[in-house]
């Protein structure tokens, strides 16, 4: 596969046009580059079209409810975040969610389904700011540099976004504009050149 | 036309589990909803289907206590789990304590939901031995066409209060 | 007593052990009416359902059995309305037995009991009410007159009751009575009991399948099976008008689990051996299917439009379209005007449609929920060639009815797989197709034009109503009555004024097709036509500041259906405590309906939360005439409540690319536990002297009475269901 720079990769053009790829029910992978990185603040981006996907943001509310859907809608039938973010006490996340998507039924899963607690709440968030809040040990679970990299490659749950599987009609769900590749390439470069937050006013 | 996910070729194996206290081995789909290896594999019927999509709540059963919908709970992970159907709630001579209250509130219509709720109650009064009318509203999401609902809050709380007396008196 | 002997005939009297117990089979003179010779709107509309029974082939009613039970074989299905119950009372009554020494089972097609008609329309129990009655009561003389003979005894010695025949100490059950009796002394139709002797009519009977649905052992068609049963899955079209053209099974064949595909000219399906393993080889079936065009939402509004389609005047009284056009008053603004709509509605009932079917040389066995027992019957042998004795239905509980199930074209499908592979098949639909295949209610728009008079009364009132069908296109409806009846029945099911003290009304019915299935929901055109009159009488009746319940009240007729109407309202309205004022946040709405003769009336009381409309508590009355089971009239005004609720709040079905949607519950929205109000208080008047319909007039009020409750909390009026707030 053609190696292309990845400003180039993701300048604004490109990334719509990715979108549109992208979109419900095309079935089609994104594009995976073996990525050459060239700066840690391309790397932040690239990792961050990914934190910032509604396959991120629907399980990192701002509030109570679960989102999902490629709309972001509230969870159906008033689902709730409940006292330790997996659900209520009898109908819990679940009752619904196993520990891999069913294609039966089109409900996904994952291990440790679950919301992210409300002070890693990203809905409604810059990317800028998200990448603060997660690197904030007081919001972020207080993990370590070392532990938010295991976190973000790592755990199953965060890595589901790139396996989301199909939906209640057994069309695939949007997955997130960069391969999964790219994105533990791009986290890995960006937190190895220290997770510097880019300035957004020059962003 | 949105392109329609096709299944991958099923890998049979064995899976053994409890169910209503009675151990089982079935050779199935490790990937297809343990409802349908409930209702056509151990012909336990009370079970039942309505959407397959986890939306209406009529299949939800007891996976180690725990309520689950069971359409989409792949049979492969029930391998050692305790299950719990409407037919090993209690009967019609011992009943449950949610079974006791459905049948002094007089509470199912044409009776196919039924099931579904009554697993989902007894999870909830398990949990939450006196749940209020807002706890019953957040935990209780399941479909009723008939209606049921008014009746059905009665005998959730009925329930809650045969189950806290039976648990005073042992 | 006068008493005929008579010899045993086939077509009259039969004891038989067929049926597993000691049959009586009645013959059926009771019963030869002949319903389509009445009027066809009176009888489909009004106070007087016929029992359409078989009237020329024996029918087995009872079984009594060894150990003194009765088997009481239905011609009407229960599908949660509670009619095994209501039946069972009626019949024990009579037979002087123990309501729980009744077994009800439903009647297979090959009893001979099938209903011509359907169990629908809230008819059973009005139905079957006196001929019920009469033939137990028979029953009872018969088995005194033959116990009599057995015992020795004088037939006036002898004192009935729970199922033991007794003069002094000298006793016999009706089970050791009809041991071996071949030859049976018929009665004429013996007196019926006055009321006061009722022993269960009009008690709160608990239901009779109350205990088998709690713990989870009643048949539903979903649970049928028979030996040796192989899975069905039919490929069911997604797109509004899709014809099928042509199929290729290829991959199908090859997948796992799979025994055939059949094809035939207008479905192809697959049969295997699982029901996964059906639906897996469904899937990769490719279907050319032929469509017209891609109907939109909007294209179906634009079709139902008052001024569209066929208009026939339902109802006239005085001159009201002359005072309506009247030029001078609207242009002095004297008439007042208003529109509303409902949207198209999903049955969305629990169990999906499907069957269990087995067809051999010369039979076929049909295990399924349907509300026609006949005409599925029907079909099914049409299709086979074969004769309708050739064809056993068996009908099973029903997951929810609520109309969905007066058509059974899935029956034709599963024995057709069934012949093909020469095993009985279970084929049953996926929850999309229920979605997108189901025969909605239809969507409706309303015009409603009025004129008060000087005092504030209405001088003259006109609704407007266009809608799809609901009637034509059933198989209850032959095809002969479309051009004699002009317009749908099923659609202006409450579409006409029942307050006939208004001097000038009229109401007009406009016909319109729609591209897709729309047919018999729960109340018909009901919910929607009381949503548009009684949100508008409100409008009227605050013009002038008047108090919505007494503008009511003082236009309803002096006559037996204006003085029952008048109490219902009257009662709900005290019940509740009506009151214009909003008390703590909280509005009183009210609306009444009259629907197959059953007034009924419904205070709402609702308030606004979090923007949302909540509805706390609803005081609903009924006049049912006789309520034969006032728990299971409670239980159909809490559900209808309940269900109205759901579809004028929230039920909502759109067209998009040429396709119903949602295809699933909760983008579907429903009412859930949290939506259904805390309290119902059902307030049940008999001013009648017999039962009538139940199952469905409670839903007629509902939406009205909560958009009327609405306008009290934020001066909308809410023209559109669901209901929402702007």
Redesign the interface.
Known sequence: MKRIKTWLLFSPLLVAGIMVIGNPGSGTEPPHKTAELTTPDEAFDVMMQVLTHKRCVNCHPADNYPRQGEDSHKHLFGVERGVANAGMAATNCNTCHQDENNNYSGVPGAPEWSLAPLSMAWQGLTKYEIARSMLDRNKNGNRSLEELEHHLTEHALVLWAFEPGVNAEGIPREKPPVSKEDYITAVKEWIEHGAVVPDETTN | M??????K??TKMNISFKINGKAHSVDT?G???LL?VI??VL?L????????????G?C?IHVDG????S????AK?AEGKEIT???G????EN?HPV?QA??EE??????????GF?M??A??I???PSPT?E???????????????????KAIHRAAELKNSTTSNS | MTTTKKKISRRKFIVRTLLGGTGVILGTAYLARNPLRRELNKSLNAAEPPFMGNTDTPLVWFEITSDNKVRLHSPKVEMGQGTFTGLAQLAADELEVDVTQIEMVHAETITGNVDGMSTGGSTSIASLWQPLRELAATMREMLKLQAAKQMGLEVQALEVSNGVIASGSNSMTYGQVVDGVTEWEIPEIPALKDANDFKFIGKPVPRLDLTDKVVGTPMFGIDASMPDMLFGAVVRPSQIGAKFISADATEAHNMPGVVRVVEEEDFIGVVAHTMIEAENAKKVIKVEWQTERNWSTQDIEDLIKVGNGDPMVIQKTGNAKKILEDQESNDNGDIITAEFKSPIGAHAQLEPNGAVAFVESDKATIMISTQVVSFTRKEVAERLGFDEEQVNVIPTYLGGGFGRRLHTPNAVQAALMSKAVGKPVKCFFDRKEEFQNDTFRPPTHHLLKAKLDSNGMIEAFEHNVSSGDVMYGSPLVPGFVEPILGSDIGAWRGGMIQYGAIPNFRAVSWRVKLPFATSWWRSLGLLANTFAIESFLDELALKNGKNPVEFRLQQIQNDKAGDRLRKVIEAAADKANYTDEVVNGIAMGFAASTDAGTPCAHVAEVSIENKQIKVHKVTCSIDPGIAVNPDQVKAQCEGSIIMGISASMFERMYVEEGQLRPIIYGPYQMALMRHAPKDIDVIILENNDKPGAVGEPPLGPIGAAIANAVFRLTSQRLREMPLQLA
């Open positions: 949105a392109q329609l996910f096709q299944m070729p099923p789909d990937d297809a909803p349908w209702r056509d012909d019927k009370g079970t039942k289907f309505g959407c397959g999509k986890a939306a209406c009529a939800t725990e309520a689950v919908r359409c989409s709970f792949a992970f159907t409407i037919e709630l209690g009967n019609a009943p079974q459905w049948i007089i509470v199912p219509q044409c009776g196919y939901c039924q099931p009554m989902a109650t999870a909830l398990d949990k939450n009318d706890d019953i509203d957040d935990n209780i999401i399941n479909i009723c066409r008939c209606g049921t609902y008014y009746r059905m809050r």
